[in-house]
């Protein structure tokens, strides 16, 4: 069952015991299907809408989710976050996607990638130079249950005249749902999220 929702993942702190990387499959990119369900416990990238369903696949290059009010576009492409809107008011942009996940995803691997963000509540436009590192295989519990997941740690640094400083953050891609399935930001709890349920199509 491997479904989607490849997103912006923006930190985490786990409690498991790493396996040994000849258990580790390398986990490709997903692919989602429409009626795919993702539920989360309370919040979403800092959106409080939990139940989250993919609405369009590949449409004008985007897999599209809705909860509520808010969708979120998924680039087709990379399985990356680039802008949840509701009602048609930007509620976060990531220009030209976020750039925390990178498929294949593998033990060892290491990224980097730029973006232009925006975040609608605060009306504050930045820009941020990422880079993240796979550090290990593990399993991690959330409320949807114990799953054996990848950990990635990524910096951002983030510059918007004429402050500027950097976000470590952590999260947890598990294979076998295809989907982060927890995320802690060291900055801002509010992006905190744990995957709660999930039904596959």
Known sequence: MRRSLGFIAIAAAAAALPAFAANAPTADKPTPKVGDVFEYAKRFVAIDCPRWEVKAVGQDGYDILQCGDNTAYIDAGSGTLTRIVANNKRLFEFKPHSPTISFPIELGKKWEGKYDGYRGDQDASWKSDVSCEVKAFETVKVPAGEFEAYRVVCADN????????????TFWYAPKIGTVVKNVNAADSAFDYELAGYHAK
């Open 158 to 169: 983030w510059e918007a005249t004429p402050f500027r400083g950097t976000i470590e953050s």
